[in-house]
Every structure is written in C-alpha cells, then in structure tokens.
C-alpha cells in the first residue's frame, strides 16, 4: 500500500469552478502536509503547506487537513487554464530527515 | 535570487561511465535531498542530508552516492550508471524539519 494516495486524474473543471483535490495517508505520526504544482516537463513547485487541523487559505487557494481521517485536500477557486498542471501532495512524517513522502498526483484540466 | 541550482540540464551517456550532477543551493539551507521522477512511480527519494558531513539513504539509493563537503552542494554521483536509472533527477533543499523543499530545474538523464 502506497503511502500517499491520490486520485491520477485527469480532473476536468471548467474555467472560473472549483477545483478539489484530495489526497489520504497512511503514516498517523505525519506532522506536515505540502502541495506542489508541476507543470509538464517542469519541477515541482511548493504552493501551500498546513501543519495543523482545519483550513488554510492563500490567495485562490484553501488546503484543509483532518488528522483524524488521515486526509489533506486542496482547493483552488475561479480555477484558471493556467491552473493545469500536476499536482502533487506530499507528507513528512516527522523524522529526523526531514524526508517527504510524494503521492503520484493528480493532473487538473481546466477547460476555457 | 534564492535558488536551488543543477547541472546539466540534460545528460547522455553510457552504460558503466561514471558521472556526477550538481547541485548547489543559495539560501543557507540545512536540508538537500535528491528524488528521481519516474512515469508511474512518481517522485521516489533517493538520499538525503541533515547537514554538513551528514548522509542517509532515501527509498531508491541503489547504485548513487552523495557527499556534503559544504553547505551549499550536494552532488550526485552515479559510479557505473545502467539503463535504469534513465530517469528525471531533482535536487531541492529545505530551510529546516518539518518544512518544505525547494527543487532545483532537474536533469535529465538518458544511459544508452
């Protein structure tokens, strides 16, 4: 069982809806949570961190976590063509390393 | 502009010549690490550093080496490389535990 599980995709949303993208975990010791965005052929780039229960809002988007449910999402508003990538959740579960744990992503379309 | 900087962008080689991709970061950053992205198996890690002298082996470290002589580089060195590590190679660093990384452009590495 992979340790970061996210839905491949492609996701398809409309341009100016709202894009969720979920991701669940294995690890109940993970202490922090990343979404990068990865556009094609490009490297990933860090849009939003949350270490704690609840929502955390940037902009157009909103990452929420539940701990207890072992689950992280994101949310993007008035999603954008621009917005099409891969995006990728990823998890520190709080070792000395400081090492994350990446899921495979989730490619989102958003249709003009 | 803060950075995290390898080289070369794109590499061909053969099979068993040794090679080493570089990796330098500006922003005095006490974590670097190295991931290898694969086409259905995503970004996998393959060492990491804590700091100065300080190495461990991430998920995938068969057939690389590191090193950490100074703060800002951490290259990589692939002593006999084989076709199966034709993959993309990112490097990224992190400020400290528990926060996230920032990747450098990546490389590209073909072994015929």
């Known amino acids: 069982q992979k340790e970061v599980e996210q839905n491949s995709g492609p996701l398809s949303v409309p341009e100016g809806a709202i894009a969720s993208l979920n991701c669940t975990y294995s690890?109940?010791?993970?202490?922090?949570f990343f979404w990068y965005r990865q556009y094609s052929g490009k490297s990933p780039e860090l849009i939003m961190s949350i270490y704690s229960n609840g929502d955390k809002e940037d902009g157009r988007f909103t990452a929420q976590l539940n701990k207890a449910s072992q689950y992280v999402s994101l949310l993007i508003r008035d999603s954008q063509p621009s917005d099409s990538a891969t995006y990728l959740c990823?998890?520190?579960?709080?070792?000395?390393?400081?090492?994350?744990?990446f899921g495979g992503g989730t490619r989102l379309m958003v249709k003009p | 502009e803060a950075q995290v900087t390898q080289n070369p962008r794109y590499l061909i080689t053969v099979t068993g010549k040794k090679l080493t991709v570089t990796c330098s970061q500006n922003m005095n950053h006490e974590y670097m690490s190295w991931y290898r992205q694969d086409p259905g198996l995503g970004l996998r890690q393959i060492y990491y550093?804590?700091?100065?002298?300080?190495?461990d082996k991430g998920d995938v470290p068969e057939g690389y080496k590191v090193s950490r002589k100074e703060k800002r580089n951490f290259p990589l060195i692939l002593e006999s490389p084989s076709p199966n590590q034709t993959s993309l190679y990112f490097c990224?660093?992190?400020?400290?535990?528990?926060?996230?990384?920032?990747f450098g452009s990546g490389t590209r590495l073909t072994v015929v």
């Open positions: 690890d109940r010791g993970s202490q922090s």
């Open positions: 990224a660093s992190s400020f400290r535990q528990g926060t996230g990384y920032t």
């Open positions: 550093s804590m700091n100065v002298e300080v190495t």
């Open positions: 990823a998890v520190n579960i709080g070792n000395a390393g400081n090492m994350l744990t």
